[in-house]
C-alpha cells in the first residue's frame, strides 16, 4: 500500500511538473529557454509566465482540498464551494470591497486594497460556510443541503448583480473582468501573499488526516476515539474558507475544480485514507488547473479564453456522470 501510494505520488507530481512547464513556455506567445536573453520575453517570463503558473498550482490545489474538507465534513459526494455557494458568498463580498476600494480611493495603495478584497473574500466564504453546516446539522438530507446550497448561491447572486447595477463604470468592468475566472491577473506581489497562506494550511491539513478518517464513520465513533468534533469541525470550516476566499480573491470563482478533483481522486485510486486523499487531492487540483490554463492560452494566439469555460466544459459532463453514479445523494 505504501509503495503504491510513493508511486502515485511520484506519477501526480511528474505530470504537474510536465503542466507547469507547458505553463510557463506555451502559450499565445511560445518561446524557449534561449529566448529569455531577449529583455521583452524575459520580461513576459518573470513577470506574468511565473505567477500565472504558480497561481494556477495553488488555485487548483487549494480549491482541491476545500473539496475535498468539505465532502468529509457534509458527507456529501457532491460538495464543493461553487456548488453550495461559498464561492458566491465570496464574490458577493469581494463586489462589496471592489466598490469600497474604489470609491474612497484605496485601489493605488497595493497592500491596503489586497487586504480588505482578501478578507472580504475570506469573511464571506466563512459565513456561508456557516449557514450551510447549520442546515446540515438541522436536516439530515444531502439533498436538502444541496438545494439550500444552491438557493444560497442564486440569492447572493441577485446582491451582486445589484451591486453591479449600481456601480461607476471603472468598478463594474474590473469586477466582470475578475467574475469571468483567471490566473493571469495576479503578480509576484500577489504570490507572496497567496503562497505563505496555501503553504501553511496545505501542511496543517496533513493533521487532520486522522480525524477525518474517523469523521468519515460517524461522529459518535469519532468522539469515542477522543477526537473533539466540534474543535475539529471549526478547523475545518476556517481552512476551506481561507483556502476558497483568498484564491476567489485573486482568480474569481472558479467553478467545478472543488467538486470534481476529490471525486476523481477516490474514482482513480480507491482509497478512502484521508492522508492520502489530502495529498492526491492538492497534485491533481493543481495538475487539473495547470491543464486548464494551457488549454486556455494553446487555443488562440490572440487572446486566452476566461479559465471558468474550460473548468466549466470539463467539469460539467463529469458533474452530470457523478450525480448518476452517486448512490449517497439520499
Not at 107 to 113: E, I, N, T
Request: aromatic letters at 10%.
Amino acid at each position: 500500500m505504501q509503495k503504491k501510494f510513493i508511486l502515485n505520488i511520484f506519477i501526480l507530481a511528474t505530470a504537474t511538473a510536465l503542466l507547469f512547464f507547458i505553463n510557463l513556455f506555451f502559450g499565445t506567445v511560445k518561446f524557449s529557454l534561449a529566448d529569455l536573453q531577449n529583455p521583452s520575453i524575459a520580461n513576459i517570463f518573470y513577470e506574468i509566465r511565473i505567477p500565472k503558473a504558480f497561481t494556477a498550482l495553488l488555485a487548483g490545489a487549494a480549491l482541491a482540498l476545500a473539496g475535498l474538507l468539505m465532502q468529509t465534513l457534509f458527507r456529501n459526494p457532491l460538495a464543493g464551494p461553487y456548488v453550495l455557494g461559498i464561492s458566491s458568498g465570496a464574490s458577493l463580498f469581494v463586489a462589496i470591497a471592489i466598490m469600497l476600494v474604489n470609491s474612497f480611493g484605496l485601489g493605488d495603495h497595493y497592500f491596503v486594497g489586497k487586504t480588505i478584497i482578501s478578507i472580504s473574500a475570506i469573511v464571506g466564504a466563512l459565513l456561508v460556510t456557516l449557514v450551510i453546516l447549520f442546515i446540515s446539522k438541522k436536516s439530515g438530507s444531502n439533498i436538502t443541503v444541496l438545494l439550500v446550497g444552491i438557493m444560497l448561491s442564486q440569492i447572493l447572486g441577485a446582491f451582486q448583480g445589484l451591486i453591479e447595477y449600481l456601480a461607476s463604470a471603472d468598478s463594474l468592468k474590473t469586477f466582470v473582468i475578475w467574475g469571468m475566472g483567471s490566473v493571469s491577473n495576479t503578480t509576484n506581489k500577489d504570490l507572496g501573499l497567496m503562497l505563505p497562506v496555501c503553504g501553511v494550511l496545505f501542511f496543517s491539513s496533513l493533521f487532520l488526516a486522522k480525524p477525518l478518517n474517523a469523521l468519515l464513520l460517524n461522529e459518535s465513533y469519532a468522539q469515542n476515539l477522543g477526537i473533539n468534533v466540534a474543535k475539529l469541525r471549526i478547523t475545518i470550516i476556517v481552512i476551506t474558507a481561507v483556502l476558497t476566499g483568498i484564491i476567489t480573491a485573486f482568480c474569481g470563482p472558479i467553478a467545478f475544480v472543488g467538486m470534481s478533483v476529490p471525486i476523481a481522486c477516490r474514482l482513480l485510486f480507491k482509497t478512502s485514507n484521508q492522508l492520502h486523499q489530502i495529498v492526491y487531492c492538492i497534485l491533481l487540483g493543481a495538475c487539473t488547473l495547470l491543464f486548464c490554463d494551457s488549454v486556455c492560452q494553446l487555443l488562440s494566439t490572440n487572446f486566452s479564453l476566461p479559465i471558468n469555460t474550460i473548468t466549466t466544459l470539463i467539469g460539467s459532463p463529469f458533474v452530470i456522470y457523478l450525480i448518476f453514479r452517486s448512490r449517497t445523494l439520499n
